[in-house]
């Protein structure tokens, strides 16, 4: 009997990969670690569908199914002993993604990654290229699972670009991915507990630029400038005059008296995209060169960044309430993009920063709570590490720590009001795991608990 295909993994992404190896042929057994009712219901479901699947089952199970292939989702860690083992024995393991881009071979692919800036750099490239009537539909970290995808262009459609946007945990399983077109955000330390090091987390990135055909970078950030003599014909981009970069390189973008300028001269202003802080000018610049590689004129690059409404859960305007701004970035999961959301925005503010902590340097975090925060409310499981740094760093600012958004949501505001802060930022610092099931779950209870403050719940008391 021909030995099957396995799939770790009853996710999104996951129940696709299987559903796309079955299409192809395989033989193919869905393994999922957890068992609940709702995953007996949905794996008998996927039986009727012709697929194997076993629940409560350990990566040890792989030793006596004798795999001839291992597809994993992206949540399962790459180093695993037994994946060790079996890819030492010549068992192809690979990711989801990888699947994805060995079966979509008829449109090329964009790839998009970055510790922070990526997922608005996705959806703003997507958008730059759907407007010019393109179809640049998103996968990957963020839209669609890549395969989910894949099975829609199994079914006849065919793209004109893929856009995806990549996770170090994606690349790491996508050995042979090739985007066309990459794109490197930024590099800060970020999932450190599952690579080991930040060199090991940066050549993971870094991989992906050197396998793609024309790489677009960031040289304003000086972890992947650094890396410069790996890539000799790559596109950089900086927000500063085109000088900055020389004489190592010449800009593809920068930034001269206020124009977005390439060699051959200005594009457009600058300030044409509806989006604040710095670091959403280094987004657009690399969307920007991206598109312009990918055929686009300036005057429809223009016209598209003119109308990007931005990106949910990413310094996203919720409400205005009795003369405060409540902004939800709950994509800041980790010390630098919940910084950078600080430098963007104008004090004095209310943040509310919690969850679960993840390695990295709070210095430059702390220095923008220094500099905005009139008052930080703390929460979940970093709250009582998180209030105890705040307080011994920026002892004029008001620190105080509550269970939950539940609590924090409506005390923020009467701090607001009490405080005269205009804005109420969550942009928590951290993973959303203690206590949601993934930040966008965190985001839109956050949206909820603000738009309750004015049907009557009850505000808060200082």
């Known amino acids: 009997m021909v030995r099957p295909t396995a799939v770790i993994g009853l996710g999104r ?30 794996a008998a479901a996927l039986r009727q569908e012709g697929l194997h699947v076993q ?3 350990s990566l040890a ?45 008829s449109a090329p692919w964009i790839g998009i990654t970055g510790t922070n800036g990526k997922t608005t750099i996705t959806n703003m490239v997507s958008h730059l290229l759907q407007q010019a009537g393109q179809d640049a539909p998103i996968c990957g970290n963020t839209g669609a699972a890549a395969t989910e995808l894949a099975l829609e262009c199994h079914g006849g459609r065919r793209p004109d670009w893929l856009v995806a946007e990549l996770s170090s945990f994606q690349i790491e399983a996508s050995p042979t991915m090739a985007p066309r077109i990459s794109i490197w955000s930024t590099l800060t330390p970020d999932h450190l507990d599952r690579h080991g090091s930040f060199a090991a987390y940066g050549a993971i990135k870094a991989a992906l630029v050197t396998r793609s055909a024309i790489p677009v ?62 670091h959403n000018r280094i987004n657009m610049l690399l969307a920007t060169a991206a598109a312009l590689e990918a055929g686009l004129e300036p005057s429809q690059i223009a016209d598209g960044l003119r109308s990007f409404p931005g990106v949910p859960h990413r310094l996203e305007t919720i409400a205005r309430h009795q003369g405060v701004t409540y902004i939800n970035d709950s994509k800041a999961t980790n010390y630098d993009a919940a910084r950078t959301a600080l430098e963007a925005l104008d ?9 679960r902590a993840k390695r990295g340097d709070a210095h430059g975090w702390l220095e923008g709570i220094a500099a905005k925060a009139v008052a930080v409310i703390c929460y979940g499981e970093a709250g009582d590490a998180f209030t105890a740094q ?41 993973a959303s795991f203690d206590q949601y099931p993934d930040f966008e779950a965190r985001g839109e209870h956050f949206r909820a608990l603000v738009q309750g403050l004015g049907d009557g719940t009850p505000q808060g008391h200082l």
């Open 13 to 42: 992404s996951g129940v696709s990969a299987a559903r796309l190896l079955h299409l192809q042929g395989h033989r193919v057994w869905l393994l999922e670690q957890r068992q609940t009712p709702q995953l007996h219901g949905k």
């Open 55 to 57: 629940l409560n089952c």
């Open 61 to 105: 199970h792989l030793e006596q199914l004798n795999p001839q292939a291992v597809v994993l989702s992206p949540g399962v860690c790459w180093t695993a002993p037994i994946l060790v083992q079996l890819r030492r024995r010549g068992v192809a393991v690979y990711g989801e993604t990888e699947l994805a881009w060995q079966t979509m071979t």
């Open 217 to 278: 970078l960031n040289g304003d950030d000086p972890q992947i400038w650094r890396r410069r003599p790996l890539w000799p014909t790559a596109r950089w981009i900086t927000c500063r005059s085109g000088t900055a970069l020389q004489p190592h390189r010449q800009a593809a973008l920068s930034i001269e008296e206020g124009m977005v300028t390439a060699p051959s001269g200005p594009l457009f202003s600058a300030d044409i995209l509806p989006l604040p802080g710095r």
């Open 347 to 355: 004090g004095p503010l209310v943040l509310l920063a919690g969850g």
């Open 390 to 430: 705040i307080q011994q760093a920026c002892p004029h600012v008001v620190c105080q720590w509550l269970p939950g958004l539940g609590e924090a949501v409506p005390h923020s505001h009467a701090l607001a009001v009490h405080l005269g802060a205009a804005t109420v930022l969550l942009s928590p610092a951290c």
